[in-house]
């Protein structure tokens, strides 16, 4: 089992710019949710999706969007990038009510 | 709304002692509890979760924590430490579906002495 997988594992952007992240969720788990992690802060809830629908939002301005897919898994899409987006971008997978959350290694994404 | 607090930033602690790692939450209701690791630049590894029944939970890496809903905590607590143990932990809180748009607190630095 290759758990949750995101590619890039590195990422540098120019202010204004827009970026996708990717996630492939745990094999068998059919919720993804994304977490934005500033440097020496607690994971940021950011969304969460289940059957290709945004399930739940956190305090995230509309700039931050996001897609699942069939196979569930999913992208993150951060527009007009500011210099305060750049942090560690974490996906998590999930299954079944209560169910656990299992993170990737995250995508450390640099706005300059 | 919900909140985790974590109130320590660091904690030192000698390698072979007893650690404790505190965490309150505010939840409206019965919470579900997680405690998470993290080494540096590394992603979240899942230590142990409190779902329900019995108040004390055994994780993995020798770890346990009890959950005290009259105080709102679920401290994270080990016998004995190894140097390996070096790293942010945090814990978070959950929604109804218990992975749901978990809240967590800002972390412990949790520091190794030989």
């Known amino acids: 089992d290759a758990g949750v997988t995101q590619s890039p594992t590195h990422l540098i952007k120019t202010r204004g710019q827009q970026v996708t992240l990717r996630c492939s969720p745990k094999s068998g788990h059919d919720t993804v949710s994304w977490y934005q992690q500033a440097l020496g802060q607690g994971p940021q809830f950011i969304f969460q999706?289940?059957?290709?629908?945004?399930?739940q939002r956190g305090n995230f301005p509309d700039r931050f969007s996001g897609h699942q897919f069939p196979n569930y898994s999913s992208e993150l899409n951060v527009n007009a990038l500011l210099l305060g987006d750049s942090a560690l971008y974490l996906c998590?997978?999930?299954?079944?009510?209560?169910?656990?959350?299992?993170f990737g290694q995250g995508t450390r994404l640099t706005v300059v | 709304a919900q909140s985790v607090t974590q109130p320590d930033i660091h904690i030192t602690v000698s390698e072979g002692a007893s650690l404790e790692l505190r965490c309150n939450y505010s939840y409206g209701a019965t919470p579900y509890l997680f405690w998470y690791v993290q080494s540096p630049g590394q992603g979240l590894q899942l230590l142990l979760k409190y779902f329900s029944g019995d108040t004390l939970v055994q994780g993995i890496k020798g770890f346990e924590a009890e959950f005290k809903r009259s105080q709102s905590s679920f401290n994270l607590r080990k016998p004995s430490v190894h140097w390996s143990d070096a790293a942010e932990y945090f814990c978070a809180v959950g929604g109804i579906r218990g992975a749901d748009g978990l809240t967590f607190g800002k972390g412990t630095h949790l520091i190794i002495q030989p």
């Open positions: 998590a997978s999930s299954f079944a009510s209560p169910g656990e959350a299992f």
């Open positions: 999706y289940y059957e290709e629908e945004e399930r």
